[in-house]
């Protein structure tokens, strides 16, 4: 049947404003769930740095937020590695991915506090997050370092939309675990961070500064490659502080 | 859908039962004989894309089945209402507000499978099989019957996405539901039992050659032949 032109602007508007009204209602509904559900995501990606994923896995989400509290502190430095954390910034309020579009002296860098249980002086490892470009979207991730400051204690890395199979495989523990032990100094304390190869398959157990790479992914590679140079070189100083002290420390 | 099950549809008398001899091969049809990906040949893409693994395509699959039976339903239920000339629109509109419905439960309670599927979630909305149910049935059909015929289709979508997911998480990660399978074959029978994984099966060619072979079984059965 021909409908006139009334009513099929007439039925367009109200099933435009039911479904409107049907969407941002659930919206309003879960939004402080989903919230909830980033957030706990945050963590999880934070902790894998340090402990391994099938640990976290087997956590409900209330363990995961005991633990996290019970063991990460975390604090904001600028990039001159001054804490500039205050009741307004803290380090879980802030965006790198916001913060990314910024020129790097202008950042906020949150830094994550791995510590043993109920004892922050005892830290274990440091938490740097990343940001960076892999080859369709971006990718990010956390690193933690030992407390010599050099040492790769873990990574996680994640990416928003990296080729299935090929560059996302970067979220696999065994592509993660390549890193660990790594050094991201050089001997006279240069900043060399660590290189992702081409090619895979290669043994690089010999050489501190590089790992294997994945077959089919070495613009996802040299994405990673970039973003761990660029943060780590963006934290240098608040690690070389952290560093330097440490060294007084052990006089 | 088969030109038999639409005359049937008209012929329908006042009271039928729940589930009558018709409603049942409503549901039915599309499982093997019509199946929307093995023998329409559409929803392939998402088929490709979301199978690597099964916990994802098991969520994929609860998606599509809630997209294309409530669409149906909606559109059905709506259908003598809605004006001709805007029908794909306003067809378009319902679904794509029920695969956000389905967009925003997934992030709020399942947000490790939300990020895992990601895109995927969305472009329900352009599956073949959900717009193509509209128009080819629930704008002429009743809301129950649309309902039901909706449920077929997703149905059949569902099991063969789960079956290339089953083949594709075995042979490509070693696992089923994400339980090492591999490994506990190996640690039955000893280290040097080892079995390797396919690289191949993780890429989306992998699934093409799963599907194929599905087709190329599914059709040796059934003798069905395109025309």
Redesign the interface.
Known sequence: ???SNT??IV??AV??IV?GL??SG??QV?GP??QE??A??KKKQILGAVISAEEIDAMTPVQVNEFYSKRIASTVVDINGKEISSGDVTAEKVEVAKFYKKPAADRQYPVYVFHAEGNPEAVESYIFPLYGAGLWDAIWGYLALETDMNTIGGITLAH??ET???GARITEGGVQERYVGKKVFDESGQLVAVQMMKGEGKDYSGDVHKVDGMSGATITANGVNNMLKAYLSHYEAFIKGKSSNQAVAGL | MSAETLEKAIEKKPAEALFSKRRRKLVADPLIDDNPITIQVLGICSALAVTTQMKPTLVMAISVIFVIAMSNFVISVMRNTIPARVRIIVQLAVVATLVTLVSEVLKAFAYDMYKELSVFIGLIITNCIVMGRLEAFAMGNKPYDSLLDGLGSALGYSWIILTVAFFRELFGSGSVFGIPVYNYVSSIFGPDFSLATNGLMVSPIGAFIILGLIVWVQRTKTGYVEH
């Open positions: 049947m021909q409908q009513y099929i039925f367009s099933l435009t479904l049907l969407l659930t919206s879960l769930m989903q559900a980033i706990l995501d928003a939309g299935p199979g090929l």
